[in-house]
């Protein structure tokens, strides 16, 4: 080529020309961001991620994730690492997570999990990929508007919306990571590059049985251009068999009823899959219906309010979504459609996406009144989802965080001097919260079940779950009274059990739990009850005003035994509307049965712990004193017999005190 044939552009804009007509793209090519913009999305990757990371496993350290989920997946994770592909025991009646989910994304998450074998890295791992989303997002908006702060906007909103946040700190789901994966598959389809796009619609349909339908919605969408229409297609009917082999095949073959585990959570539309699908198609009136049911409706207003009911006028962006939203309005189990787990994670990508589109849509209407709109009103919206999205993270995310932070206590750092007697290929019984600690062998079980484990390992003051406390306390004491088995540890609460252990008896460093520290703080009530049991004082944790989509309290009670106290009495806490309404008793404790209140020295201070949730705007805390000749037998109250603040801690019935009030924030 000549310096004539060019001309005044130069040779090095010649260079740049095609020798050939370009193909047809789907969006203009546009100039590179700024790269400042870039930065700073790269930064807010990094920030969710480090920060993120970090509250994963503080929670995690302090005790409090759980056998579901972090400990059956971590187990069924190490087993596929060590060739035993989604083996695990942790869940009552079955032997592989096949039998629950289809999660073929674990296969090379076990890769990583062999290199580093601890629990944590499966919350890592988790919180890299999903923050990894905003950079898509972030690409999907610049391509749209040409304008890095859009860009940054829904970046950030991507990364502050509430549900997301919420799927990451709900312990590991690999369903949590199809939110990144579909938010780069629809960058990839903006960007006119299939490869990458088959690539990561394929890793987010292996990340849950339900999700290859949004992927077939996805294709179906990419179908409408002429040049995807094939792939688009493919990527459709590959969606919905997989979905139909994993539902109807893999999951029944796997599971010793033939079925889900999960579609209890639809009764009410049919005892089968088929029957389920068939009354929502032939009744669509009831995901209206569902729809309108206030709790519902509230947790519709946290999917779209942070980005202004943009995705509404982009509907075919937001069509994938609608499997899990519908499954999410039409489900039974409250976590699903209350918020704060890990069930939306697949509908944000698309409201995100929908959101840009939506914009979009009004950016050219705008345009056609008057070219110079266009511009203001995407940089008008952006700056309006910018603070709605913000509003929505403080006062759904940041703040009620702020009033359950993860905290390691001296019980914590306990825990791993009096789990080191349990041999690592033990086959072990582990309580709720120490299951995860102990995942990675081949045979976990969560206690009560026990099975052939060579070990049972629980700390009392922690949850109990599946059982309540009193429960869990005449289960271990029939192993330790049957002969069996004997103590191979046991400090503050902590207990290890041996199976042919000779031991029996509980040394004094065990009840320590129980007994109040010098230094505790707390609001001063000094009412005594008939027995001769004072109740000192108490405290709650966050406070009287409790925030989040499932506000819990922390309630701790301290009591003095003036005299010494002959019988095992219960302490039972009592929730009530503020009509009187009784919500729910909670009579069983673990200070209260190790030791009874029999063996309270009298003077020494003993505190009781609980933990309190509740769903109504407002709640009372109450509490009684009674006796309780046999297990499961009613409980007698005894009178309050001095109570020098009748005002603050007003009495019913001669026996209930009225502690405090809380409210949801």
Same mark, same amino acid.
């Given at each position: 080529?000549?310096?004539?044939?060019?001309? !005044?552009?130069?040779?090095?804009?010649?260079?740049?020309?095609?020798?050939?007509?370009?193909?047809?793209?789907?969006?203009?090519?546009?100039?590179?961001?700024?790269r400042?913009?870039?930065?700073?999305?790269a930064?807010?990757?990094?920030l969710?991620?480090?920060?993120?990371?970090?509250?994963?496993?503080?929670?995690?350290?302090?005790?409090?994730?759980?056998?579901?989920?972090l400990g059956?997946?971590?187990?069924a994770v190490?087993?596929?690492?060590?060739?035993?592909?989604?083996?695990?025991?942790?869940?009552?009646?079955?032997?592989?997570?096949?039998?629950?989910?289809?999660?073929?994304?674990?296969?090379?998450?076990?890769?990583?999990?062999?290199?580093?074998p601890?629990?944590?890295?499966?919350l890592v791992i988790?919180?890299?990929?999903?923050?990894?989303?905003? =950079?898509?997002?972030?690409?999907?908006?610049?391509?749209?508007?040409?304008?890095?702060?859009?860009?940054?906007?829904?970046?950030?909103?991507?990364?502050?919306?509430?549900?997301?946040?919420?799927?990451?700190?709900?312990?590991?789901?690999?369903?949590?990571?199809?939110s990144?994966?579909?938010?780069?598959?629809l960058?990839?389809?903006?960007?006119?590059?299939?490869?990458?796009?088959?690539?990561?619609?394929v890793?987010?349909?292996?990340?849950?049985?339900?999700?290859?339908?949004?992927?077939?919605?996805?294709?179906?969408?990419?179908?409408?251009?002429?040049?995807w229409?094939?792939?688009?297609?493919?990527?459709?009917?590959?969606?919905?068999?997989?979905?139909?082999?994993?539902?109807?095949?893999?999951?029944?073959?796997?599971?010793?009823?033939g079925?889900?585990?999960?579609?209890?959570?639809?009764?009410?539309?049919?005892?089968?899959?088929?029957e389920?699908?068939?009354?929502?198609?032939?009744?669509?009136?009831?995901?209206?219906?569902?729809?309108?049911?206030?709790?519902?409706?509230?947790?519709?207003?946290?999917?779209?309010?942070?980005?202004?009911?943009l995705?509404?006028?982009?509907?075919?962006?937001?069509?994938?979504?609608?499997?899990?939203?519908?499954?999410n309005?039409?489900?039974?189990?409250?976590?699903?459609f209350?918020?704060?787990? !890990?069930?939306?994670a697949?509908?944000?990508?698309?409201?995100i996406?929908?959101?840009?589109?939506?914009?979009?849509?009004?950016?050219?209407?705008?345009?056609?009144v008057?070219?110079? =709109?266009?511009?203001?009103?995407?940089?008008?919206?952006?700056?309006?989802?910018?603070?709605?999205?913000?509003?929505?993270?403080?006062?759904?995310?940041?703040?009620?965080?702020?009033?359950?932070?993860?905290?390691?206590?001296?019980?914590?750092?306990?825990?791993?001097?009096?789990?080191?007697?349990?041999p690592?290929?033990?086959?072990?019984?582990?309580g709720?919260?120490?299951?995860?600690?102990?995942?990675?062998?081949?045979?976990?079980?969560?206690?009560?079940?026990?099975?052939?484990?060579?070990?049972?390992?629980?700390?009392?003051r922690?949850?109990?779950?599946?059982?309540?406390?009193?429960?869990?306390?005449?289960?271990?004491?029939?192993?330790?009274?049957?002969?069996?088995?004997?103590?191979?540890?046991a400090?503050?609460?902590?207990?290890?059990?041996?199976?042919?252990?000779?031991?029996?008896?509980?040394?004094e460093?065990?009840?320590?739990?129980?007994l109040?520290?010098?230094?505790?703080?707390?609001?001063?009530?000094?009412?005594?009850f008939?027995?001769? =049991?004072? =109740?000192?004082?108490?405290?709650?944790?966050?406070?009287?005003?409790v925030?989040?989509?499932?506000?819990?309290?922390?309630?701790?009670?301290?009591?003095?035994?003036?005299?010494?106290?002959?019988?095992?009495?219960?302490?039972?806490?009592?929730?009530?509307?503020?009509?009187?309404?009784?919500?729910?008793?909670?009579?069983?404790?673990?200070?209260?049965?190790?030791?009874?209140?029999?063996?309270?020295?009298?003077?020494?201070?003993?505190?009781?712990?609980?933990?309190?949730?509740?769903?109504?705007?407002?709640?009372?805390?109450?509490?009684?004193?009674?006796?309780?000749?046999?297990?499961?037998?009613?409980?007698?109250?005894?009178?309050?017999?001095?109570?020098?603040?009748?005002?603050?801690?007003?009495?019913?019935?001669?026996?209930?005190?009225?502690?405090?009030?809380?409210r949801?924030?």
């Amino acid at each position: 080529m000549s310096r004539e044939a060019v001309g !005044h552009i130069g040779w090095r804009t010649a260079r740049r020309q095609p020798t050939q007509p370009p193909r047809r793209r789907f969006a203009p090519r546009l100039p590179t961001p700024d790269r400042r913009a870039l930065f700073t999305c790269a930064v807010f990757v990094v920030l969710y991620a480090a920060v993120f990371s970090y509250l994963s496993v503080l929670q995690h350290l302090s005790f409090n994730t759980n056998a579901f989920d972090l400990g059956n997946f971590f187990q069924a994770v190490w087993n596929t690492g060590h060739g035993r592909p989604f083996e695990f025991t942790n869940w009552s009646g079955a032997t592989t997570r096949l039998a629950a989910h289809f999660e073929p994304i674990l296969l090379p998450v076990a890769v990583l999990v062999r290199l580093w074998p601890d629990p944590a890295t499966l919350l890592v791992i988790q919180t890299v990929v999903v923050a990894s989303g905003a =950079l898509s997002a972030f690409g999907f908006a610049y391509r749209r508007f040409g304008n890095e702060l859009a860009a940054l906007t829904f970046a950030a909103a991507y990364l502050l919306a509430p549900e997301l946040d919420a799927a990451v700190l709900a312990e590991f789901h690999p369903v949590a990571m199809a939110s990144a994966f579909l938010m780069h598959a629809l960058y990839f389809y903006s960007a006119d590059r299939k490869r990458p796009f088959v690539l990561f619609a394929v890793l987010a349909a292996a990340t849950k049985e339900q999700v290859p339908l949004a992927v077939a919605l996805l294709g179906l969408r990419a179908a409408v251009r002429p040049e995807w229409r094939r792939l688009g297609l493919g990527i459709a009917a590959g969606g919905i068999l997989w979905f139909l082999l994993a539902t109807f095949v893999i999951i029944p073959l796997n599971n010793p009823t033939g079925a889900s585990p999960y579609l209890s959570r639809y009764d009410y539309l049919g005892s089968s899959p088929v029957e389920v699908v068939r009354a929502v198609l032939t009744r669509p009136e009831i995901v209206l219906q569902e729809a309108q049911n206030p709790v519902k409706a509230a947790y519709l207003l946290t999917l779209f309010r942070p980005v202004l009911f943009l995705p509404f006028f982009a509907p075919a962006t937001l069509l994938p979504a609608l499997p899990d939203l519908v499954l999410n309005l039409l489900s039974t189990f409250e976590p699903m459609f209350r918020g704060g787990a !890990h069930y939306s994670a697949v509908i944000v990508p698309f409201v995100i996406g929908a959101a840009i589109d939506g914009l979009d849509v009004l950016r050219r209407l705008a345009g056609r009144v008057r070219p110079d =709109l266009a511009a203001r009103v995407v940089n008008g919206f952006s700056a309006l989802v910018l603070v709605s999205a913000g509003h929505a993270y403080i006062f759904d995310v940041l703040l009620p965080l702020f009033d359950r932070l993860p905290v390691v206590t001296p019980h914590d750092r306990l825990a791993p001097e009096v789990l080191k007697v349990i041999p690592d290929d033990a086959a072990v019984s582990a309580g709720n919260s120490l299951n995860p600690h102990l995942a990675a062998r081949r045979r976990l079980y969560l206690f009560p079940e026990v099975r052939d484990a060579d070990y049972v390992a629980v700390d009392v003051r922690a949850s109990p779950y599946p059982v309540d406390a009193g429960t869990q306390y005449w289960q271990l004491y029939a192993l330790l009274s049957g002969g069996e088995w004997g103590v191979a540890a046991a400090r503050d609460g902590y207990l290890v059990l041996v199976r042919g252990g000779r031991n029996r008896e509980l040394p004094e460093e065990f009840f320590t739990f129980a007994l109040a520290g010098p230094d505790e703080k707390y609001e001063v009530v000094d009412a005594v009850f008939a027995p001769g =049991l004072r =109740l000192v004082g108490y405290r709650v944790e966050p406070g009287r005003v409790v925030r989040g989509p499932d506000p819990t309290a922390k309630l701790t009670t301290f009591w003095r035994a003036d005299i010494p106290v002959r019988q095992d009495l219960r302490l039972v806490f009592r929730i009530t509307t503020p009509d009187g309404l009784v919500l729910e008793g909670r009579p069983y404790q673990a200070a209260t049965h190790w030791p009874p209140t029999s063996g309270w020295p009298p003077v020494v201070l003993n505190h009781v712990q609980d933990r309190l949730s509740f769903k109504e705007p407002e709640v009372r805390v109450n509490v009684f004193v009674g006796y309780q000749a046999e297990f499961g037998r009613p409980i007698e109250a005894y009178r309050v017999v001095a109570n020098p603040d009748p005002d603050r801690f007003p009495v019913s019935d001669g026996t209930v005190l009225q502690l405090t009030t809380l409210r949801r924030g």
